[in-house]
Structures are given as C-alpha cells and as structure tokens.
C-alpha cells in the first residue's frame, strides 16, 4: 500500500487490520503508520529513484495484491509537487507492479473526472468520456493518472485492476474540497443554480475498498451513496447556509474567502456548483458486490460533529 497516511489510507487500513484472510500489510510511505500487521519500507515516491525503491521492496515482500493510495486531498501548498506526487508517482508505481507481475492492482479516482457541463446524461456510465476540469489541476491529475492506469491494464493484462471512482466522500475524518466547503457556516453558490450532488459516507468508502481486495471483477467503478441532493440540501444538512450569488460576485466572494485563509471549493471547480454531474453505482453493486448504507444526507450530516 502507498499513501497508507491519506485519507484513503486511513479509511482501508483498519479494516485490513480487522481482516482475518489478511496475513500482513506492506506499507511503502514516507511514515510509518501504526499496526500490528503492517510491515513498512521508506519510498518518497517524488524522488527520482522511486522505482527502484519501490522495486527492491515488493522483491523483498511478494504481494497479493498493490492498493496505490498516494493521492494529495488535503490542503496543498505546492501544486507543481502534488503534481509530482500524484503523475511521476503513479509511473513509478505501475512500472514497480508490472515488473512484479501483481495480481491485483486498486487504484482510487473520483467521479468529477467526468466533468460537470450542461449536456450530460441524467446518469453517468463508466464508459462516459472523462472531460475533467481543465481549470483545475486537482481533477486532471487525477484523469492522467486514469489514463496511465488504462495504458498498464492494456500491457499487463494478467493484472486485475480496479479503479474506483468515488462521488465526494464526507466524514469526520476526510479533508477534501468538498468537506472543506461545506463545513463552512455560510456557503457561497451560484444563484440560479442548484445542480445535483452525490455524497459517500467515509465509512461506505472504506467498504468499497476493502471489498476491491477479493472481488472477481475489474475495471472502473462509480462509488456513490443512496440518494442524490440539491447542493443547498446538501449544505443544509451539512448545518451551513447557502448564499446565492450571482457569477462575478460568487467568485470574488470564493477568492477572499482563499485570501483570508478560509478556504472552502476552490473556484477553479466553479463547473461543479454550476451543473449537476450524477453517476450511476449499478456496476459498483453489481460486479463490485458495493452496496452503500449510508444516504447523501447522512454523510453531509455527519460533517455536523467536527
């Protein structure tokens, strides 16, 4: 496991802890994180020696399976190092696994890679293009990544590999653009826009990943929660206020908030507040046998306890 420190991370391994058929957890981070199963390797995956690092440790400790969580959500001070993280550590991590010959590679993405654009289907498929966000480098990040994932699948097809795109996921643990926005006691929006919104409670997160460790299936996966809200129930729930804006002014009011250091969505992700962007999680139930617990309301609500 990479990113074993992330939000990911976090969520997966406790449950691999409580895993019975799981024998031991390799974890190549920068920190070594507590348990009592975890065997851990140093690998700053932005150095340039990353892969063989990388390399050396999973010949050194065969694998079942790679779960690469390494993905910045968090505040991030330095984009051009996210950047590294997230596009340069990816590369390092497929080259590492494919020379391992892994079975089973798991890889986290999100369900904004669809974009959010007027003309979308009522329901977002896997197989929908992946229009992304190009004024955000937080999305197209993650869409080249999904496009290196794609080039692995198609070189090492004796691989299973998994992508699972999740919808926003709220918790009391998460720090994510959308947390950070909505823990806000006053939210700004577009007025004469209320686009749909998905939510996942953390806890049907970690389920899902912990559910791609033993499943027969493979591909992309839309990870959603029950239910679908209006961004400003969604706040509600959240026990913030909407405040409608009209364009100009909902973007200036989003830039003093960044300069004042109360961050909420940053506005390169304007597309997100402006049109509704809704996946369907048929295929996650289905193949990835992922049935969410939680509804949207219950994962906004639980914001309400930070």
């Known amino acids: 496991m990479t990113g074993a420190s992330g939000d990911f991370g976090r969520l997966l391994l406790p449950l691999l802890e409580k895993d019975p058929a799981v024998q031991s957890v390799l974890v190549l981070d920068v920190a070594r994180p507590e348990g009592t199963k975890v065997e851990y390797h140093r690998v700053d995956l932005t150095r340039h020696d990353a892969e063989s690092e990388l390399t050396d440790a999973l010949a050194e400790h065969p694998v079942d399976a790679f779960y690469h969580l390494a993905f910045p959500f968090g505040r991030v001070r330095n984009g051009s190092l996210a950047h590294e993280l997230e596009v340069m550590g990816t590369l390092n991590v497929l080259a590492a696994v494919g020379r391992a010959k892994i079975a089973r590679l798991v890889v986290p993405s999100l369900t904004a890679v669809y974009g959010a654009r007027g003309q979308h289907p009522a329901l977002l498929r896997e197989e929908a293009p992946l229009l992304g966000c190009p004024s955000s480098r937080f999305v197209s990040d993650k869409v080249q990544v999904e496009g290196q ?43 004469g826009f209320d686009p749909l919104w998905q939510a996942l409670h953390e806890e049907d997160a970690a389920r899902a990943l912990h559910r791609a460790l033993t499943c027969e299936a493979s591909g992309e996966f839309n990870i959603v929660g029950q239910g679908v809200l209006p961004l400003s129930a969604l706040i509600r729930q959240a026990g913030g206020r909407p405040l409608p804006l009209p ?60």
């Open 247 to 306: 364009g100009p002014l909902f973007r200036a009011a989003v830039r003093a908030l960044d300069t004042v250091g109360a961050r909420g969505l940053p506005v390169g992700l304007f597309d997100y507040i402006h049109y509704s962007w809704v996946a369907d999680g048929e295929r996650a139930e289905s193949a990835l046998g992922f049935i969410p617990i939680h509804h949207a309301r219950d994962a906004a609500a639980a914001l309400r306890r930070i």
């Open 149 to 191: 994932v794609r080039s692995f699948r198609e070189r090492h097809p004796d691989t299973r590999v998994l992508v699972l795109r999740f919808a926003p996921i709220l918790g009391p643990s998460m720090n994510n653009p959308a947390t950070r926005m909505l823990k806000k006691p006053v939210v700004p929006t577009l007025l």
